[in-house]
């Protein structure tokens, strides 16, 4: 028997963004969001599926809290939709969201479970958007006022507070590659947004120090491990470059107070520049709290010229892959929590988002997903070591508690530890549930 036993302070939760699952989209005053434009404009979203149902937890968010109170989850991390709280992005704010998310916060809090609310997860107000999106710098003051709405209107009932999710996907997914809204192509924009969430990021924690909030702030990178295929300098290097796009060019700003220059010649190679005002870094690099990490994934790359951006090609060499076509590299986990200790020292880490697509119905009454569980056990067993090694871990908050609509793969695509029955609604704890569960009340799992 291998027992993988777990620090006793650890925060155990689970995770949700707004978007995937609240629905309601024209309820309680809610303005619209590029993702509301996105998923209705044909093509950009498979089955031609979008969020105005959900999981329909706007409604049904009582139920959803009593099924994270049996799991036993000490802390919950949550979006709050924006153009529920300024339906235009600025200006009026609308009191029937702030209200909704007074009773979400107070339930919450009633059932003994934290709140760790995530400001901007990808629903920008499309009022914004259509006046340049993250693009223009004045989205950053509307974001950093939205933000000093939000800490007033819930400072001590709201303790763990996240300004961006996945600034990687907001920028370069959304803008560069274009599958997520809005759907550009534009490696320059892609950059320039980067930069601009960076500066949202550092607005929204001056704000937060200068009101003298209560409790922690931090943000939510998505990282990757890039192993290199050979111990060639060029492999190496391509896979830095690769790791560079999620980690350095995201993290560097923020504990180091300036870009990575190894990115910044491989973007000026590119005919790609940043546009830096006087103080901008200063924002940025305001001291943070804890960092969030959202890992899923990696891969074993190599140097091939001319290979997309960075001239490194992905090598598949038998990977199991989930139903989403993602690695299963818990090695990766352990490799990205190290490096993030090498390069930034001993930073508070809430591990904020971990978890696997598999499709598994129900099937008399009950969802078998054992590969998930079996995903859940690699990386955990990872975080472990990490732990071990002296990565500072404050929580584990796996993604997701429902399953959801899954962005540009609409609702074919299920992470939950809940099932839902996107028709009926109905929710069916899986497996995965009950392993977590019992992972949770006990502190430790068995590796057999």
């Not at 409790?215 to 896979?239: H, M, R, T, V």
């Not at 609509?405 to 109905?426: C, I, P, S």
Request: aromatic fraction near 14%; include cysteine; charge should be negative.
């Amino acid at each position: 028997m291998a027992i993988i036993q777990f620090p006793n302070d650890m925060k155990w939760g689970a995770a949700t963004a707004a978007y995937q699952i609240e629905g309601a989209v024209d309820e309680g005053g809610r303005g619209q969001s590029i993702w509301d434009t996105f998923s209705h404009t044909p093509g950009n979203v498979k089955n031609g599926d979008n969020g105005d149902v959900a999981c329909d937890s706007y409604h049904r968010y009582e139920e959803d809290i009593a099924l994270m109170k049996e799991l036993g989850i000490e802390m919950y991390r949550f979006s709050v939709s924006w153009p529920r709280i300024f339906p235009n992005g600025t200006g009026k704010v609308n009191e029937e969201g702030l209200q909704y998310y007074h009773r979400f916060v107070d339930a919450l809090l009633d059932q003994g479970i934290e709140p760790m609310c995530t400001l901007y997860h990808w629903d920008l107000p499309q009022a914004l958007q259509d006046k340049g999106g993250w693009a223009s710098r004045e989205t950053t003051d509307a974001f950093a006022d939205y933000a000093e709405l939000m800490f007033n209107e819930f400072n001590g009932k709201i303790k763990h507070w996240i300004t961006i999710n996945e600034p990687w996907c907001v920028s370069f997914l959304s803008n560069f590659i274009g599958v997520h809204a809005p759907g550009n192509q534009d490696l320059q924009l892609a950059t320039t947004i980067s930069h601009h969430l960076l500066l949202a990021h550092g607005k929204a924690v001056t704000r937060f120090r200068e009101l003298e909030m209560e409790g922690n702030i931090g943000y939510a990178p998505n990282l990757e491990w890039n192993e290199p295929f050979s111990n060639k300098q060029e492999d190496i290097d391509a896979c830095n470059r690769g790791m560079g796009w999620f980690i350095e060019w995201f993290f560097d700003p923020v504990f180091k107070g300036r870009y990575p220059e190894f990115m910044l010649n491989w973007f000026e190679k590119k005919g790609v520049s940043l546009t830096l005002e006087d103080g901008d870094l200063d924002v940025i690099s305001q001291p943070i709290d804890f960092v969030g990490i959202n890992y899923y994934t990696g891969s074993v790359g190599r140097y091939k010229e001319n290979e997309e951006l960075f001239d490194l090609e992905k090598i598949d060499i038998g990977y199991d892959k989930t139903d989403i076509g993602w690695n299963v590299y818990g090695e990766g986990f352990y490799k990205v929590l190290s490096k993030l200790k090498d390069q930034y020292g001993d930073v508070p880490i809430y591990i904020t988002e971990n978890g696997a697509c598999y499709n598994d119905g129900v099937e008399d009454g009950q969802v078998k997903d054992g590969r998930r569980i079996e995903y859940l056990k690699q990386h955990l067993t990872s975080l472990s070591r990490s732990i071990e090694a002296g990565v500072n871990i404050k929580g584990y908050l796996t993604w997701s508690l429902l399953d959801n609509f899954e962005w540009a793969e609409g609702y074919d695509k299920r992470f939950g530890l809940v099932h839902v029955n996107f028709r009926t609604l109905e929710r069916t704890k899986k497996d995965s549930y009950y392993w977590y569960k019992q992972t949770i009340d006990n502190g430790w799992f068995d590796m057999e």
